[in-house]
Structure formats: C-alpha cells, structure tokens
T-cell receptor
Framework: NAGVMQNPRHLVRRRGQEARLRCSPM?????VYWYRQLPEEGLKFMVY????????ESGMPKERFSAEFPKEGPSILRIQQVVRGDSAAYFC?????????????FGPGTRLTVL | AQKVTQAQTEISVVEKEDVTLDCVYETRDTTYYLFWYKQPPSGELVFLIR??????QNEISGRYSWNFQKSTSSFNFTITASQVVDSAVYFC??????????????FGTGTQLKVEL
C-alpha cells in the first residue's frame, strides 16, 4: 500500500529557471495539500486542491507559484523564475476527504536548491 | 488566527531518560484537532497522533504518551525510556477545519530531540 509519492526528492535549479514538483497521493485519496518548510522553520500551508479544483490558495505567494491537480496524474506545484529564497523543502500531503477527521499523510518531500 | 508554539527548540537527553515536548496552541474555534508529527533525519514526516478538542483523555501508545489539557491550551508529548532512534524533529500542529474549505494544518516551529548514548 504505497504512501504519498513525491518526485524528485532533490531538485537543483539556477535562478530564473522553472521548478516542477510532483505529488501522487495515496490510493483512494483525492485531496492534496502543499506545504513549504524553510530552513530551521516549521511547515507553512500553501495550497489545498481537490481533483481539478483549487480550493484554498491563501498560502501561495502571489507571483510565480501555481498548482494543479488534474483529473489524471499527479498534483504539480510549479515555480517559475526561481529565486534563492525559494530554496526549501516542499511537502505534499493527501487525505481521503476534507473533513476534520481526515488525517493528512505526508510524502517524503522535495528539497529544492536554487543556485 | 491559529497559532502553535513549541518553545523548546532543542532538547538533549541520555538514552533511557524520559522527555516531554511542550506544545501550546491558540484558536478561537470550539472544534479543532491537534496532531504530532515526527521528522527523522531522513526528512520525511511521520504521523504520530490526532486528538479532537472534545476528548481530553490522555493517550498512551507504547513509550509515547500525550497529555491534552484544554484549560491550559496544551498538548504535550512524553517519550519514556528514550532511545537513539527517537532522535528527530517533532512538530505539533493544529487543524483549521473550514466547511468546504479543507483542513489545513498550522504547525509549530518544531523541537529537535537528540538522544545520546
């Protein structure tokens, strides 16, 4: 029973390039959350998606960041024109439903380094 | 606004000692959920426990126990007879459940636990 999958595990980009982070939720889960962990900090919520819909993007930076969760395939977090401050660990979590009792299970994270 | 405070940034203990990790939270909701996650050196996040605001019973799972006290807005985590494998960063989190809006988590800044031989 596979858990939440994220790839790549490590990603290196130069300033100005694009970063694409992928997340495949656990089987049977249709709700995906993205969180960012800056060095020496806790995780901060970015965006919550259901299949084909963005439900809450209140934690997303206004520019350069976007997310999608298509009908088929993984959820994608896309960062355009990366800057050094984007260097962080990006975690995806999935849950079966959106209720308060639906625990979020996290993937291993993608560690983005911007040179 | 929701807030989770983990005042202990780093704790070092010797193996077999008991250790308690503190978590204090703030919320205006009457219904909420509290969580603990473990982040070992490998980096992934491991779910440990979820408690709802209506259930103040303490919980024990092996060497782990949790003390939820609504009166002090605390949800502390105790590891008895600590082991080197317990070395990790531990995060306390609070759910912000909104009808139709999901269940985003507010995390504390984490406590780094080092267990030495």
């Amino acid at each position: 029973n596979a858990g939440v999958m994220q790839n790549p595990r490590h990603l290196v980009r130069r300033r100005g390039q694009e970063a694409r982070l992928r997340c495949s939720p656990m089987k049977g889960h249709s709700h995906v959350y993205w969180y960012r962990q800056l060095p020496e900090e806790g995780l901060k919520f970015m965006v919550y998606l259901q299949k084909e819909n963005i439900i809450d993007e209140s934690g997303m930076p206004k520019e350069r960041f976007s997310a999608e969760f298509p009908k088929e395939g993984p959820s994608i977090l896309r960062i355009q024109q990366v800057v050094r401050g984007d260097s962080a660990a990006y975690f995806c979590a999935s849950s079966r439903g959106q209720g308060a009792t639906d625990t979020q299970y996290f993937g291993p994270g993608t560690r983005l380094t911007v040179l | 606004a929701q807030k989770v405070t983990q005042a202990q940034t780093e704790i070092s203990v010797v193996e077999k000692e008991d250790v308690t990790l503190d978590c204090v939270y703030e919320t205006r909701d009457t219904t909420y959920y509290l969580f603990w996650y473990k982040q070992p050196p490998s980096g992934e996040l491991v779910f440990l426990i979820r408690r709802n605001s209506f259930d103040e019973q303490n919980e024990i799972s092996g060497r782990y126990s949790w003390n939820f006290q609504k009166s002090t807005s605390s949800f502390n985590f105790t590891i008895t007879a600590s082991q080197v494998v317990d070395s990790a960063v531990y995060f306390c989190a609070l759910s912000n459940y909104e009808t139709g809006g999901g269940n985003k988590l507010t995390f504390g800044t984490g406590t780094q636990l080092k267990v030495e031989l």
